[in-house]
């Protein structure tokens, strides 16, 4: 009994201290944040309303889900092709894909978005080039638009859809794909109708990871966006430091989380956590 | 080993897969290298001018001190919380585990703008009782980095942790160590590569840290990071490329030291 009683005062003694901290330092100021979208300016619901009524909130959150859902498309896709040489490629190939996976994982979100600035501006890399060949004239607008947002979100991205990729792909038999060919299906159609089915918890893992993150982007969208093509983070960055209006700001947050909260359950419906590591 | 081998069309779609990902980290090279002010690709001759601006505008010089000594503060801070949590969780497997791992974990879930807007809340609301540890004080960057960083520190130690064989802690609790014995002289030094490890990350992460410090800071306390976004913001500082270039030299360097030395662990 004696051991008991200690063991549940050693644990809670060990416990304490960061379950502290966090409620102080992040669950008690988050209440604040709720308080704020009910509070300011008036007391009430009005921020709500004018979440379903404000034109250019809603036309950001359409933006919002229109950018996710074209970034979740392309950065899956183009994680399963590299993903699917750095698991079963030959060891020469592997170390390469690895390298290209791992190197711009590593590499902070600003160098990556000021890196296709230098790309994608009208005095960058590619517009200088195509000019200097006669290809056009004028230079093409590559960024300050939605295009340069999903370009450098869609690079951002990828690593993260990686991971939960390659665990599906490692946890796949062979002999599966070996009896396949062996009953005479052609490559195409064992990767379509093999491969790519028994890897469906990954893909659904990714889709799903890429699209959470993609709705709370920041820094890539401000800096490739130049505040023309806003999403919903940039907005609420906006609304907190450039036209007060912090009960807005917190309003839309709330939403936010409600809205990834319900997909991140959605997640846990269909793929376990240790699938994604 | 796999015997299913990817075919010559999924090596040519992950190689301009492989390029996309490498370009702009290549993009960066010739415009740290530009004798211009502004941004733009060098027409003939090379300069190394935006690398000795690194040097001596003081600027970059505080940022860049002020990025290591938060990292420090912020990694030591939340890697002993994150010890001190996963050894309760492991040693004593509480009831309702998975639901305070859970709550430890949401600063990592929840999108980091709204994290940037409770922590800009709480930093403002200290501020009002304390003028240096508050919204836009390092400490103040410091705590928030800790509240991002800690939920990474604990997934860690806890994988570290639950590879660890049981049956060690139980013939030492069996001989009589105590609770603190049983942690410092037989759990720590089974995990401390998973502890090293954690403290690096969380290092790495306060480091990069944009989203939320954009939000708790303004004039003072200004990050590494935060001066790369000023200067990318208003007139493009080609003395970014310049910092970028080094920056992707240091991750190269040491992601190749590390797979270095997998492999010769691997090899004994």
């Given amino acids: 009994m004696r051991a008991y009683l200690s063991d549940r005062m050693g644990a809670a003694l060990l416990m304490a201290p960061l379950l502290l901290f966090l409620v102080l330092a992040y669950a008690w100021p988050f209440l604040g944040v709720v308080k704020w979208s009910f509070t300011l300016p008036t007391p009430g619901l009005g921020q709500y309303e004018a979440l379903l009524t404000d034109d250019l909130v809603q036309s950001v959150f359409i933006r919002t889900l229109r950018i996710a859902a074209v970034v979740t498309v392309v950065s899956v896709a183009a994680a399963y092709a590299i993903t699917v040489v750095w698991v079963r490629g030959t060891p020469v190939q592997r170390v390469i894909a690895e390298f290209c996976i791992l190197v711009p994982f590593w590499i902070s979100v600003l160098t990556r978005a000021f890196g296709w600035v230098a790309l994608l501006s009208n005095r960058g890399l590619i517009n200088t080039w195509l000019q200097a060949i006669g290809f056009i004239s004028e230079p093409l607008a590559l960024v300050r638009n939605e295009f340069g947002v999903i370009v450098g979100m869609t690079h951002f991205l990828i690593p993260f859809a990686v991971f939960p990729l390659a665990s599906s792909m490692r946890s796949l038999d062979d002999r599966v794909l070996l009896a396949a060919r062996g009953l005479g299906s052609s490559r195409m159609r064992t990767f379509w109708s093999v491969f790519v089915p028994m890897t469906r918890s990954g893909i659904i893992g990714a889709a799903l990871i890429v699209f959470v993150f993609s709705l709370g982007f920041f820094v890539t969208p401000a800096i490739l966006g130049g505040g023309r093509s806003v999403m919903v983070a940039e907005l609420i960055y906006l609304r907190i430091f450039q036209s007060p209006d912090w009960g807005l700001g917190a309003a839309i947050s709330v939403v936010l989380v409600l809205f990834v909260g319900a997909l991140m359950a959605l997640l846990f419906r269909y793929v376990r956590p240790k699938q994604l590591i | ?268």
Avoid at chain 2, 242 to 251: E, P, W
């Fill in chain 2, 1 to 268: 080993m796999p015997t299913y081998r990817p075919g010559p069309v999924s090596l040519i779609i992950a190689a301009f897969v492989a390029l996309f990902l490498l370009m702009p980290l290549l993009a960066v090279i010739p415009v740290s290298l530009t004798p211009s002010r502004m941004l733009a690709m060098p027409s003939g001759e090379l300069s190394l001018r935006h690398y000795r601006a690194l040097i001596e505008d003081p600027r970059w010089i505080d940022s860049i001190l002020l990025s290591i000594r938060i990292g420090f503060v912020s990694s030591a801070f939340s890697t002993v919380l994150a010890l001190c949590f996963s050894l309760g969780v492991w040693m004593f497997q509480p009831r309702f585990t998975a639901a305070l791992v859970g709550f430890v974990l949401l600063p990592m879930v929840v999108p980091p703008v709204v994290s940037a807007i409770t922590l800009y809340f709480l930093l403002t609301s200290i501020s009002g009782f304390s003028s240096f540890f508050g919204y836009d004080t390092w400490l103040g960057v410091a705590m928030a980095h800790s509240v991002m960083t800690v939920p990474f520190a604990t997934v860690l130690m806890l994988v570290s942790l639950s590879q660890l064989d049981r049956r060690i802690d139980l013939a030492a609790r069996g001989l009589g160590a105590s609770v603190w014995e049983r942690a410092t002289r037989i759990i720590m030094p089974n995990i401390k590569f998973g502890i090293i490890t954690a403290a690096l990350l969380s290092f790495v992460l306060s480091w990069e840290e944009i989203g939320v410090t954009l939000f708790i800071t303004s004039v003072n306390a200004i990050t590494l990071p935060r001066l790369m976004w000023m200067g990318l913001r208003d007139n493009i500082d080609p003395a970014i490329a310049a910092l970028s270039v080094i920056l992707i030299i240091i991750t190269v360097l040491v992601l190749a030291l590390r797979s270095f030395v997998v492999r010769l662990r691997g090899a004994r």
